[in-house]
């Protein structure tokens, strides 16, 4: 979810080939679990008119007030849910639907996020430590590097962030704590950028990049809630349809790599089994064998979509 300009609350990244690996028809059911601010969802709904059913979630308030502005023409076609993803088996439910023809997760943080300085995911912007998707739920950043042991802190860094400067980070934190707390993000990113040895510090991305990611994914639960919407996701899909997600770093693409993969091969037993023993069928089958990229064109016009990745599948 990754890209957009200022001023646009949300730009959608690999529009078109979102749609044609969703193939949207007429009178299909379609769950776009991170509505952001409603582009995707808008061009679902124009593909599978006159009478595709959308149903769009999200845990951020603005995301959902934006997108019931964008997808009012649309009138009962779509139906807004202010719900994390993870709980789509519950909404489907709750909503008397059985299967979708197509699901879409388009991760991380939007334009909308980042470029809004009080809410705290962007370490350019001076802003209280927050990072919450939800704003009146959970703990936030500040709760988390105030409470966390240093042991703790580091395996978030490292494990969340994939960042090999995780320990002199974790202590840098844990340090400055005891004698003041940290209040804002550009203070944290500070200390973060301190922590690196002086010829890290001209480095291709911020010193702080892998660490706010890190304790943002942490904040919001995220790497939990996509291993549980991709275990839903696929069981809740029709014969043929297809689950499309877009992930922006490596960690959330690994996941979702493996979790197709697993499925498309069904049999978990160990390869020396002369025949399998556990029954696992397979559920799924890979749509895309490698990652679909954006185009040059997209990421000149829209720089942050630069690490997009499209992975789709197909329920058998």
Known sequence: MEAGDKGVFHRPVMVAEVIAALRCRSGGVYLDGTAGGGGHAFEILKNSSPDGLLIATDIDDDAIEETKKRLAPFGSRAILVNRNFSAMRAILTELGIDKADGILLDLGVSSHQLDSAGRGFSFTLEAP???????????????????????ELEKIIREYGEEKM????????????????????????????????????????????????????????????????????AELLQSGGRFCVISFHSLEDRIVKNSF????????????????????????????????????????????????????????
Do not use: W
Request: with cysteine.
């Open 261 to 316: 993969s697993a499925r498309e091969k069904g049999c978990i037993c160990p390869p020396d089994f002369p025949v399998c023993a556990c029954g696992r069928k397979p559920t799924l089958k890979i749509v895309t064998k490698k990652p679909v990229l954006p185009n040059e064109n997209e990421i000149s016009e829209n720089p942050r979509s630069r690490s997009a990745k499209l992975r789709a599948a197909e329920r058998i």
């Open 166 to 233: 995780a320990r002199r980070i974790a202590i840098a934190i844990t340090k400055k704590r005891v004698i003041s707390s940290i209040r804002t993000t550009t203070e944290l990113a500070g200390l973060v950028a301190g922590a690196f040895p002086k010829v890290r510090t001209a480095a291709r991305i911020h010193p702080a990049t892998r660490t706010f990611q890190a304790i943002r994914i942490a904040v919001n639960n995220e790497l939990r809630n996509l291993k549980q919407a991709l275990e839903d996701g």
């Open 129 to 151: 430590l927050d990072m919450r998707m939800d704003k009146n739920r959970g703990p936030s950043a500040y709760d988390l590097i105030h409470s966390l042991s240093r042991e």
